[in-house]
């Protein structure tokens, strides 16, 4: 059994959850324990009574744990990504390539613990000096969905350490572990008992105590809208900080003038890779009238193009949806749009079989095309690998089906043009945009978030992670 890590020690429980492989569902991955409520409020207490020791811990000490995880995350990458596509069902290059950039981010705070400073400034008054810092905030609780078994938690786990919070991590049921190897990684990097726990367990029981502790001073989230309103209240009433990133429906572009084949292999990937299940993955394809045909007639044929098969085997292209439930939000999204008018060209079918006959919860990437931007296809998060196409007559209204929408993460433009090019970068209402790229696939050292209701509070990752993770002194000296 995998066990919870609690004020430096591994702890079991009576509860398990059995980690399935969503490619090969008689492949059990392994038991992991679920956390109770006992052993939850455990590890707060752990991460309350060591934090402050924690906070004033040099940076030098920081550094060297970050990076001794970072790099172990990294020369293990092959062997942590099959167990990653192992578990969520993405191919097995996207989870090395998500794998590496977890390594990454814990490099890149590695280095940001040794940077972080503040400024000093005359005071308007004679004889006085100010001084502006950076402490950590305390205890911070963080949340992680499914779809980024490794990444999230990185991208969270990091800055929280390096600027000197103590961390309460709750992974995703579904994915405990890539989570669990994490917390390994990070125990033997030499962290003190009590600096990081791992509690695993339904989001209802173990998030819930994370959410409403008073000792827990901040919560980063990753997940869905509907809880992640329900974290943002919770944090209000008792004026926790918190940040939420959710949902998306990220809208991608393509003018009359694009390259056919860059604006269909980001469609592609934007639309299909990792089964449709990234938070920036484009589900509304945008097209004008002089290129709709076309584009549509050759992104079919890519579409039918891709292999469908066990995310570890060589040549997969797209793997399983992550279970059944979401296979079935999937289907049911397919027959809305179906039932709404829609055309379906191309997909939609599930099969419960991979070619080598093992059951899994697989599902032919589906487009429809005549798609009206009121259908709820083109309205709701479907979180799969259906995809539609709306036309527009022109940029102009293109740009405003675009931002017809109350997410916010990302939006991209495949055009040749600079002039729509531009407009777009200053007129998209999405946190982050591209142009001739995937709307999915980002870097690791900038900032990563969206605006209306995707996100909620400070940006994640990069430097601008500080705003989060910190909280800003104002010292004034006289003499
Ligand atoms: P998804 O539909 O992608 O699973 P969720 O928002 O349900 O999205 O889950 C994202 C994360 O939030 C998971 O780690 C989940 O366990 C957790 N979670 C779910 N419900 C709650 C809750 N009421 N309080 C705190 N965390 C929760």
């Known amino acids: 059994m995998f066990k919870n890590y609690i004020n430096g020690e591994w702890v079991g429980g009576s509860q398990i959850y059995r980690n399935i492989n969503p490619s090969d569902t008689r492949d059990l991955i392994g038991e992991y324990a679920l956390a109770d409520a006992s052993q939850v409020l455990e590890a707060i207490s752990a991460a309350a009574k060591i934090q402050e020791k924690w906070g004033l811990s040099t940076p030098q000490q920081r550094f060297d744990i970050l990076d001794a995880a970072g790099a172990e995350i990294l020369a293990r990458r092959n062997e942590l990504g099959d167990l990653l596509a192992r578990e969520e069902g993405k191919t097995l290059p996207e989870a090395i390539g998500e794998v590496a950039r977890a390594g990454n981010i814990f490099k890149f705070f590695a280095a940001e613990a040794l940077r972080t400073g503040g400024e000093t400034l005359p005071s308007v008054r004679p004889g006085v000096g100010v001084e502006v810092t950076r402490e950590p905030v305390g205890v911070v609780g963080l949340i992680t969905p499914w779809n980024f078994p490794i990444a999230i938690p990185a991208w969270k786990i990091a800055p929280a350490l390096a600027y000197g919070n103590t961390v309460v991590f709750k992974p995703a049921e579904l994915v405990p572990g890539s989570a669990w190897a994490l917390a390994d990684i990070l125990h033997r990097a030499g962290l003190p008992a009590g600096v990081f726990n791992l509690v695993m367990g339904r989001g209802s029981e173990v998030g819930q105590i994370l959410v409403e502790d008073k000792r827990v001073q901040a919560i980063s989230f990753t997940g869905s809208v509907a809880t992640g309103q329900r974290i943002a209240q919770a944090c209000v009433a008792r004026r926790a900080k918190f940040q939420l990133e959710m949902g998306g429906k990220n809208p991608m572009i393509v003018l009359d003038d694009a390259e056919l084949d860059v604006a269909v292999g980001a469609a592609v990937n934007s639309g299909f890779f990792s089964a449709g299940q990234r938070c920036t993955a484009s589900s509304r394809l945008i097209v004008t009238q002089g290129i709709h045909d076309r584009f549509v007639t050759e992104l079919v044929r890519k579409i039918e193009s891709l292999k469908v098969d066990d995310a570890r085997k060589a040549g997969t292209d797209i793997g399983p949806v992550v279970d059944e439930r979401q296979l079935a939000q999937?289907?049911?999204?397919?027959?809305?749009?179906?039932?709404?008018?829609?055309?379906?060209?191309?997909?939609?079918?599930?099969?419960?079989?991979?070619?080598?006959?093992?059951?899994?919860?697989?599902?032919?990437?589906?487009?429809?095309?005549?798609?009206?931007?009121?259908?709820?296809?083109?309205?709701?998060e479907i979180f799969g690998p259906v995809v539609s196409v709306i036309r527009a007559r022109d940029y102009d209204e293109a740009l405003a089906l675009a931002n017809d929408t109350e997410f916010g993460l990302s939006a991209g433009i495949a055009t040749t043009s600079l002039k729509f090019a531009t407009h777009f970068k200053r007129h998209s209402q999405a946190g982050m945009v591209m142009v001739n790229l995937p709307t999915a696939g980002v870097d690791y050292h900038v900032p990563f978030g969206g605006r209306k209701g995707s996100s909620y509070g400070p940006r994640e990752q990069g430097r601008y992670a500080a705003e989060f993770y910190t909280t800003v002194k104002t010292s004034y000296t006289s003499g």
Do not use: C
Request: hydrophobic share 35%; aromatic share 8%; charged share 25%.
């Open 330 to 380: 999937d289907l049911e999204y397919i027959a809305i749009g179906k039932a709404e008018g829609a055309k379906l060209v191309t997909g939609g079918q599930a099969f419960g079989k991979n070619p080598d006959g093992a059951p899994g919860h697989y599902l032919r990437p589906a487009l429809f095309t005549e798609t009206s931007p009121s259908m709820r296809i083109n309205r709701e």
